[in-house]
């Protein structure tokens, strides 16, 4: 059984900085891809940053050079380093695993974490 369970979130003032972790569990491929996304209230689900089984990394562009993808091989651990964060940044933030990136790069990967809120205050 497949598991990702994210942790992480909370709230912080304008320019803080939160990590979030996706912990995985139960996938049987050896080389995958994964990525987080969010998605606030009443807005459509984003794509924030990825990273394929080659370590490739990809963020979109409101916010590159403040948030940092990495992943933890050995631990089977997905990271978001969040730094200079804004209230636009607060939504309900997601991870996902796939074999395949260009799943992960559509938003339609094989499994979905059950999320984590971040909330930025001004």
């Known amino acids: 059984q497949v598991q990702l369970v994210e942790s992480g979130g909370g709230s912080v003032q304008t320019g803080g900085s939160l990590r979030l972790s996706c912990a995985a569990s139960g996938y049987p491929y050896k080389s995958y891809s994964m990525g987080w996304f969010r998605q606030a209230p009443g807005k459509e689900r984003e794509k924030v940053a990825c990273i394929d089984g080659g370590g490739n990394r990809w963020a979109a562009q409101s916010v590159r050079g403040r948030f940092t993808i990495s992943k933890d091989n050995a631990k089977d651990t997905l990271y978001l380093q969040m730094n200079s964060l804004k209230p636009e940044d607060t939504a309900m933030y997601y991870c996902?695993?796939?074999?395949?990136?260009?799943?992960?790069?559509?938003?339609?990967?094989?499994?979905w974490g059950q999320g984590t809120q971040v909330t930025v205050s001004s």
């Open positions: 996902a695993i796939d074999q395949d990136y260009g799943r992960i790069w559509f938003g339609r990967p094989d499994y």
